[in-house]
């Protein structure tokens, strides 16, 4: 039901690691998980450090992205930061979405850092009865 869009994404990681900060036009990669629990999709996307105001999650037609910000920590004049490690700035991720999916009630949660996606699997996609007609009555049949 999912489709990756870009098959290098690994080497565009590594690469973002060597080459620092992802910007607006030019994001990082994040991390995520993707299964089907009964009828929808669950994704899940780990952006630690995020607030959920530097979150944007956008649909147009099967497009799916998402992009999220993490910003500097405020520190006041005396501090002096002697380790940074942790990556600052956008991350983002696009998925394509089967037309089986219901793209209109998309919902969406953040909490500790970890943003949830579910997305149901439209009414049209799921198995349903199919009545045949016959001379002598009608009879029904799973699809």
């Known amino acids: 039901?999912?489709?990756r869009t870009d098959p290098f994404r690994e080497?565009?990681?590594l690469a973002q690691q060597l080459m620092g900060p992802g910007t607006w036009s030019k994001p990082s990669a994040m991390?995520?998980?993707a299964y089907r629990e009964g009828d929808q999709y669950?994704?899940?996307f780990d952006l630690p450090g995020v607030t959920a105001d530097?979150?944007?999650i956008d649909v147009e037609r099967n497009m799916l992205t998402v992009r999220a910000e993490r910003r500097p920590l405020?520190?006041?004049d005396d501090v002096k930061v002697e380790l940074s490690e942790r990556p600052?700035?956008?991350f983002s991720r696009q998925l394509v979405l089967a037309d089986t999916l219901d793209t209109e009630r998309i919902q969406a949660?953040?909490?500790?850092g970890v943003l949830t996606l579910r997305i149901p699997i439209a009414e049209r996609a799921k198995p349903r009865k199919i009545a045949i007609g016959s001379g002598s009555g009608r009879k029904e049949i799973s699809s």
């Open 1 to 3: 039901m999912l489709m």
């Open 11 to 13: 080497l565009d990681r």
């Open 31 to 33: 991390p995520m998980d």
């Open 42 to 44: 669950v994704v899940v």
């Open 54 to 56: 530097a979150i944007d």
């Open 74 to 76: 405020a520190t006041a």
């Open 88 to 90: 600052l700035g956008v």
């Open 109 to 112: 949660d953040y909490d500790a």
